[in-house]
């Protein structure tokens, strides 16, 4: 989940001191039902997704966005139940998220661009507890994960607050500079190989290298921003400010998510290649 903007210039004393408190709220929530795992987990995901869809319905004007994200919540927590594989499934979910997320950017046809957001929504719904679910690593997969997303937000705010300096993609998103992107890179990298030297305190065993681990980490923390850099773009397009109003401080779970959904994409396609190589 996204803890702030990349690069965002400093909010009021008030307004920030309300981001805090909401992150660390949403944060001991998310952390101690990840710890749970189970249905309880995977219930949580599914009505994240629901609110997601509903999210990107309102913003594109979609017809029945209530109707649409409880069925993608519903979806979330039925299609696991069909026989599968889980490697297949996490490779059909990530590529169908990237087709939705690139097909979003080039589609005119209304019911096409609402189903991408059926689609996209839909893919963090299945991918967040099906990573969570494997064997050994699941647990240390999903810290992972917010980790990496969490430190690049993180010190991407504040190195971005504190030092200035260019913008990064001005006409995407005018207050995103190169040195918040430099600093959460790093941070993000630093984060993910942490969970991976702590692992094995949690009883997870971690795989691969950790020369590999920071390699992961340096990719899925650029694709982290650029997450952000796309609902950015999304929210642009429509001439919304915030996907929603549901976060005090923070606007909708579509802001807080739309990193962290390419990091788990980014591993629900990794552990497909790796188990297809394998």
């Known amino acids: 989940m996204n803890a702030n903007a990349t690069g965002t210039p400093a909010a009021g004393p008030g307004e920030l001191r309300l981001r805090i408190a909401s992150a660390l709220v949403l944060a001991a929530g998310v952390l101690v039902i990840t710890w749970l795992g189970g249905w309880p987990f995977r219930t949580v995901w599914a009505l994240v997704a629901g609110l997601i869809a509903y999210e990107w319905l309102v913003i594109t004007a979609g ?6 994200g409880a069925a993608v919540a519903v979806a979330g927590l039925l299609i696991p139940l069909a026989p599968h594989s889980t490697p297949a499934l996490a490779g059909l979910a990530s590529l169908a998220g990237i087709t939705a997320v690139i097909a979003s950017l080039l ?5 096409l661009l609402f ?10 719904a299945i991918l967040v507890p099906l990573l969570r679910d ?10 992972w994960s917010f980790a990496v997303t969490w430190f690049t937000d ?48 949690f009883g997870v065993t971690p795989p691969g290298s950790l020369g590999a681990v920071a390699l992961a980490s340096l990719v899925a923390s650029i694709l982290s921003q ?3 850099l796309f609902e950015s773009s999304f929210k642009r397009r429509f001439g919304a400010k915030d996907s929603g109003h549901l976060i005090p401080g923070h606007g909708g779970f579509m802001d ?23």
Do not use: E
């Open 134 to 143: 494997l064997p050994l690593i699941g647990l240390g997969l999903i810290l």
């Open 226 to 228: 650029a997450g952000d």
């Open 154 to 201: 993180i010190a991407a705010y504040f190195t971005g607050r504190a030092l200035g300096g260019p913008k990064l993609m001005p006409a995407v998103s005018p207050k995103k500079t190169w040195s918040g992107a430099i600093g959460g890179t790093l941070a993000g990298i630093l984060g993910g190989v942490a969970i991976w030297a702590a692992a094995p305190s």
């Open 107 to 111: 589609v005119q046809n209304t019911k």
């Open 63 to 68: 017809p029945r966005p209530a109707l649409a």
């Open 115 to 124: 189903a991408c957001g059926l689609v996209y929504a839909l893919a963090l």
């Open 256 to 278: 807080r998510l739309d990193g962290y959904w390419a990091v788990i994409v980014f591993a629900g396609a990794v552990l497909c290649l790796a188990r297809a190589w394998n």
